[in-house]
């Protein structure tokens, strides 16, 4: 899992049909800082996200990549 802000929402005029109704989010994940370590720093990339708990724009959130953001509960 890794710590991001939410930078903002993405628009998709086409998607696959299994995330009809899903919201996806542009997180800026968020790093320790060096001369600092109780802070954060931003990082240099954003990533798109598909938002399963109704993050709203500057909220800290966790994400996760991989197989572990492909796993579903049945």
Known sequence: MFLARVEGSVVATKK???MNGQK??????????????????????TIVAVDTVGAGLGE??????????RWRPA
């Open 16 to 18: 696959d049909e299994g």
């Open 24 to 45: 996806l989010l542009l997180l800026r994940p968020q790093l320790i800082d060096e001369t600092d370590p109780t802070q954060f720093r931003a990082g240099k990339n």
């Open 60 to 69: 800290m959130v966790l994400f996760c990549q991989g197989s572990s953001a």
